[in-house]
């Protein structure tokens, strides 16, 4: 059985086909996921912000 933090990423994947997908909607959308509460939120959040970063910083060191 999947554990909660793999039902919610697949739900998020299934509703919103991709992390661009997903890092798109407002914070309205996301709160009517099941099992979605203001901590989780905030944990995607910055996880999607890391990846924006960490995007980001490889693409100036692949392209200076």
Do not use: M, W
């Not at 919610?8 to 997908?21: P, Q, T, V, W, Y």
């Not at 901590?39 to 490889?58: D, M």
């Amino acid at each position: 059985a999947k554990n909660p933090a793999e039902k919610i990423a697949a739900e998020l994947i299934d509703k919103f086909h991709s992390l661009r997908g997903i890092a798109s909607q407002p914070l309205e959308e996301l709160t009517r996921i099941a099992g979605l509460g203001q901590v989780k939120l905030c944990r995607i959040a910055a996880a999607l912000e890391i990846g924006r970063r960490f995007a980001n910083e490889t693409s100036k060191q692949t392209n200076p």
